[in-house]
């Protein structure tokens, strides 16, 4: 039970940064404005991160987030000898 409940909660936290990471690199404006329990804005505001420089800096933090969800994937699936074994 309790390995049934700890791959449910991994599952829903890398759904909601991948929801995230992908918002945030194809369009900073409208992650502002997905519901707030599903972005993780911090202290960044909408008037000064949608666009301009500060539009850079959101799709930034989506690209290394997707880079490392992307990177614990290989990792732990491919790398290692996971769920797919590519070695034999």
């Known amino acids: 039970m309790k390995i049934i409940l700890g791959w449910s909660i991994v599952f829903v936290v890398g759904?909601?940064?991948?929801?995230?990471?992908l918002f945030m690199l194809a369009s900073p404006r409208a992650w502002f404005h997905l519901p707030r329990w599903v972005r993780a804005h911090g202290t960044l505001t909408e008037e000064k991160y949608a666009s301009g420089w500060g539009s850079i800096t959101v799709r930034l933090g989506g690209a290394v987030m997707l880079a490392v969800i992307v990177w614990v994937l290989y990792d732990s699936l491919i790398r290692r000898g996971g769920i797919i074994d590519l070695q034999h």
């Open 15 to 21: 759904a909601v940064m991948f929801v995230n990471a």
